[in-house]
């Protein structure tokens, strides 16, 4: 019998996955691994939501819900717009989805036809290039060369290298942590828009800045499209819930295409996350554990020859220049987990062209196992 094989599937694997998938093994066995590979907060999801969820699975049915989401949902969704950043969206312009993952699948499939070329910025998050590779477009790295964030410069420079369609890019970024300035990220979308570039502003780690507040490119521009998620600020990984923020004229296409991909977001996983604002106490307790787990990291990592390579202004993530130690950080991570029994994850993932050369740590873990990873980590290079 043959299989019909597309080239869709050959996109370059998420190590990261990969990475976890083998600690996972590991800990089946009984070894202790400390996972630091996977950007996913330790802690549950807040007390209010898995209360929302329980009381939906005793009280009702789940089923299907419009193809954008719960009016109930997109109305928290829009009123934390206001409440957080001072931002006026209707909840007409709000897409619930299922995690940014789907969002990205949505806004890809919306906005561009097989060929466009949109621009991402290396290091960065690598489903981004693997969903655009698989959809049929044309992917423009732009390598940052030792610059913390993506500027208009560098979007003008990439367009006049080869016309662009559209540009995303995020802030805190994934796996830098670092997070554009205002006055530059207005810049970038200034420039974008004059030079009829589409703009898509990954958010999902807002919430999760450690020196400002947080700036949404909706605040610059009607026109831009945002993407956002429970998964991370939220503590929500596993109820795959994610929301995007449109421009009008997008709406019916998302929409559209949700219809048939997806018919909606799960709807238990909503009526959850509509209570999910209502808990900032318990989140930001969290948060302050990722602040001590990122003092420690920023003062212990560079002592052990792990050099941070951008300042870790958000997230929860530590990107490392481990050329001291290693000119293959893939065989330097497998090497640790073996030996060490510490995850992380290869710079691979993130920059194909000098990934080699870089490592990314999560620090989303509990205080402890931080400390007690970095303690590995020293006797291990020993």
């Known amino acids: 019998m043959v299989v019909a094989l597309s080239k869709r ?12 998938a083998e600690a996972n093994r590991l800990k089946a066995q009984g070894v202790p691994v400390i996972s630091m590979a996977v950007g996913q907060p330790s802690d549950p999801a807040p007390q209010a939501v898995r209360e929302a969820a329980a ?44 995690g940014s993952s ?21 290091p960065g998050y690598p489903a981004y290039r ?19 964030y993506l500027t208009a410069d560098h979007l003008e420079a990439a367009h006049k290298a080869g016309p662009l369609k559209g540009v995303l890019f995020a802030s805190p970024a994934n796996p830098t942590g670092a997070i554009v300035p205002e006055k530059e990220l207005g810049e970038l979308v200034a420039k974008a828009e004059k030079l009829g570039i589409s703009v898509i502003s990954d958010e999902i780690y807002h919430r999760l800045a450690y020196s ?14 945002v993407i956002n998620s429970f998964s991370k600020y939220y503590c929500m990984t596993g109820w795959r819930i994610g929301w995007m923020v449109l421009p009008e004229k997008l709406v019916r296409p998302v929409e559209r295409i949700q219809q048939s991909l997806y018919i909606s977001a799960p709807e238990l996983s909503q009526v959850a996350a509509a209570q999910a604002f209502t808990a900032t106490p ?27 390579a951008a300042p870790m202004d958000g997230a929860f993530y530590a990107f490392c220049d481990v050329s001291r ?5 893939m065989e330097f991570a497998r ?42 980590i020293e006797n291990w290079l020993k």
């Open 9 to 20: 599937g050959e996109v370059e694997p998420f190590h990261a996955m990969d990475v976890l």
């Open 55 to 98: 009381r939906a699975l005793r009280d009702g049915r789940i089923g299907y819900t419009d193809a954008l989401g719960t009016a109930a949902l997109r109305q928290a969704i829009a009123a934390h717009y206001v409440e957080h950043y001072g931002v006026e969206v209707s909840p007409a312009r709000i897409a619930v989805t299922t």
């Open 102 to 122: 789907a969002a990205f699948n949505l806004a890809f499939l919306a906005m561009f036809d097989p060929g466009d070329k949109v621009a991402i910025a290396a």
């Open 130 to 148: 693997n969903i655009m590779a698989a959809l049929g477009l044309d992917v423009a790295e732009i390598e940052l060369d030792g610059a913390a």
């Open 212 to 225: 400002g507040p947080d700036i949404t490119a909706l605040s610059l521009s009607d026109d831009v499209t």
């Open 282 to 308: 318990e989140l930001e307790a969290v948060k302050a554990r990722y602040a001590a787990n990122r003092e420690l990291l920023m003062r212990r990592l560079p002592e052990l020859g792990f050099a941070l």
């Open 325 to 329: 130690l290693t000119n293959d950080s």
């Open 335 to 376: 090497r640790m987990l073996a030996q060490a029994h510490v995850a992380a994850t290869p710079g691979r993932d993130f920059d194909t062209l000098a990934g080699h050369r870089f490592m990314r740590l999560s620090y989303a873990g509990s205080h402890d196992e931080m400390v007690e990873a970095v303690a590995r």
